[in-house]
């Protein structure tokens, strides 16, 4: 984590190497007042701001380019067909997929891991099998599995985590065992801010031949992805959760994974040949794309990839840890409160309770102050009791967040306090 | 004129109508200028609740949803139906509050007749929200149905 915080300036617009101010001004949304007062949006592990180089493109793509792809053969048809796949080759290279094939669209982190589930999971899991699902996971890497259990006969089994939110990478490996098939892991936890030791715990998975489905809904805004050094055999990510639009999404598979499973959906695209009686599956990655997809916020999917590519992730990965370590402190100070997960390696998440108030009751109240933050479980309801609490207060940093409005956070948490004590 | 006299002094105890209830908490309201003014004195309710009797605290009693937990019951007293509610955060013991004010000791026929207009009125539409499954609306329609049980 950053030392440098106290040698910070905190009203300065340079934070690191990123110009904030200037990031700002390409995010619309955030020049508003809510309840009056200037937002401050600190709600971006739910989902993160769009820059207007995305919404344009939404917009270009419908004023010059709409039209149905791939089975077209006009030039409209054309052009929306090169445009959507070019978003998957750019995708393809920013996550360092082998080629673009192996990246499938789907509408979201969810829909990539139920379509694992169903396909990969219900063709493999038998009777007695195990998958190991981690302490820390969102109810989309949750539920599905336990559906997916329910249906083969096979067990969930969750890994522990220690207090500060990390996994226990001991306990893991006595886990480990031939019965093990699958294990399902984010990369990032939403609630918590854990970075996992994913890497690792694919090599150690890979050790006694099981698959392993990493959600990387939290992870691709902050963190370099290289699916190929993680050796990860699936990976599940949602665009609207680094800059690109709502509805669209992808799953990276290893090929021959992905070759050998079946379909997930049936319908147009995703066939060769289609008789009365029966049919033939397409290629990669139309084998998984059944029906017309969501080509505009694919194409624009593209935008967000290009603006993140421009400014750095490294830049951005040192601005947001600035954030967090200022944060950090600054909430610290405050009488009571107490920050849920303390991992080592964290992104910038905050998640914190306050003795004797319900975390309702702030959210309620910094809304009043045009701040946004999230309460409650966050999706991980197993994870909430498991900290033994009923939820938390969560400040979520993104590349456009300021000193500042870490400093007004804390100013408006006070002055909740003082109204709820 | 003597026997006016008596007669003006005679203090007849009417109960206030569910709309004069909620007239007054509208006016009660319009004092307030600044948004914590307005949470101050619902928080404020909320802490003064009178304390839910223990037995009422069972599961059929629970609203729950994703944010915080709300326990509302009734009872009838003199064919009036009477309520009582808790909840582990504050706000929206304090809105409960203010709805048991409105419709506590009001007979059945009433409270179903009756919409809580002063929601609106004093600025906490926002909390009527069908998302939230605990949200006032979900509490006003159980209001109405235990009045709605009672009539039946
Ligand atoms: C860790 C994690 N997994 C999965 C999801 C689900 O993502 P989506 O709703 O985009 O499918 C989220 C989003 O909240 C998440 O944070």
Same mark, same amino acid.
């Given at each position: ?135 820390? #996971? ?92 993680? !050796? ?13 639009? @709502? ?11 992905? #070759? ?66 200022? +944060? ?6 405050? !009488? ?5 997960? %303390? ?25 009043? #102050?045009?701040? +946004? ?6 999706? @991980? %309801? ?40 | ?7 003006? *002094? ?15 908490? &509208? ?14 004195? &619902? ?15 069972? *599961? ?39 709805? &048991? ?9 009433? &409270?179903?007749? *009756? ?18 499954? *605990? ?18």
């Amino acid at each position: 984590m950053n030392t440098l915080i106290n040698d910070i300036e905190p009203y300065t617009t340079m934070q690191g190497d990123l110009d904030v101010q200037k990031i700002r001004l390409d995010f619309p949304v955030l020049n508003q007042l809510v309840n009056g007062k200037p937002l401050i949006y600190l709600d971006n592990a739910a989902t993160t701001q769009k820059p207007k180089q995305v919404i344009d493109s939404i917009v270009n793509y419908y004023q010059f380019a709409n039209a149905n792809i791939h089975r077209g053969i006009h030039t409209l048809a054309e052009r929306a067909t090169a445009e959507y796949e070019a978003t998957r080759k750019s995708l393809s290279t920013f996550i360092n997929s082998p080629s673009p094939e192996q990246v499938i669209f789907t509408r979201g982190t969810t829909e990539s891991i139920n379509l694992v589930a169903f396909t990969y999971g219900k063709s493999v899991l038998k009777l007695g099998d195990e998958i190991l699902v981690s302490a820390l #996971e969102h109810h989309s890497n949750l539920v599905p599995w336990l559906m997916i259990a329910k249906e083969t006969g096979a067990v969930v089994k969750i890994i522990p985590m220690n207090d500060e939110g990390e996994l226990l990478i001991e306990e893991y490996q006595k886990m480990l065992s031939e019965k093990v098939k699958i294990v399902a892991i984010n990369h990032v936890s939403n609630s918590l801010g854990t970075i996992n030791p994913v890497k690792q715990m694919i090599a150690m998975a890979h050790g006694v031949g099981a698959v392993v489905v990493v959600d990387g809904a939290q992870s691709v805004s902050h963190l370099d992805i290289d699916v190929q050094d993680l !050796d990860a055999d699936f990976y599940a990510l949602s665009s609207h959760k680094f800059y690109g639009p @709502t509805g669209i999404g992808a799953l990276y598979g290893k090929r021959a994974l992905l #070759e050998n499973m079946p379909p997930y959906q049936g319908g147009g695209e995703m066939i060769k040949d289609v008789f009365y009686n029966s049919f033939t599956v397409n290629e990669l990655p139309y084998k998984f794309e059944a029906g017309t997809p969501n080509i505009a916020d694919t194409v624009a999917l593209k935008a967000a990839i290009d603006y993140i590519q421009r400014i750095s992730k490294v830049k951005i990965r040192d601005h947001e840890n600035v954030l967090l370590a200022h +944060a950090t402190k600054l909430l610290s100070e405050i !009488d009571g409160l107490k920050i849920i997960g %303390q991992a080592k390696e964290k992104v910038s998440v905050l998640s914190f309770v306050i003795d004797g108030v319900h975390h309702q009751d702030i959210g309620i109240l910094l809304d009043q #102050e045009g701040i +946004a933050v999230r309460t409650g479980h966050h999706c @991980t %309801q197993p994870l909430m009791e498991r900290c033994g609490i009923a939820g938390t207060t969560r400040a979520s940093f993104a590349m456009y967040n300021t000193l500042e409005e870490i400093n007004q956070l804390q100013w408006g948490l006070t002055k909740v306090l003082k109204m709820l004590r | 004129m003597g026997i006016d006299k008596s007669i003006k *002094n005679v203090e007849v105890k009417v109960l206030e109508t569910i709309k004069e209830i909620q007239d007054q908490i &509208i006016s009660d309201f319009e004092l307030f200028d600044e948004w914590d003014e307005k949470y101050a004195y &619902i928080i404020e309710m909320g802490k003064k609740l009178a304390p839910m009797p223990e037995h009422f605290k069972v *599961n059929e009693n629970k609203i729950k949803g994703c944010q915080s937990t709300v326990w509302l019951a009734s009872e009838v007293q003199d064919g009036r139906l009477v309520y009582y509610a808790d909840s582990d955060a504050v706000i929206v013991k304090g809105l409960v509050s203010l709805l &048991i004010k409105v419709f506590s000791n009001h007979k059945a026929n009433e &409270i179903i007749a *009756n919409e809580p207009y002063f929601i609106d009125k004093i600025g906490m539409q926002q909390h009527l929200s069908m998302t939230r499954s *605990n949200g006032l609306a979900a509490m006003v329609k159980q209001m109405k149905m235990y009045a709605i049980a009672f009539q039946s």
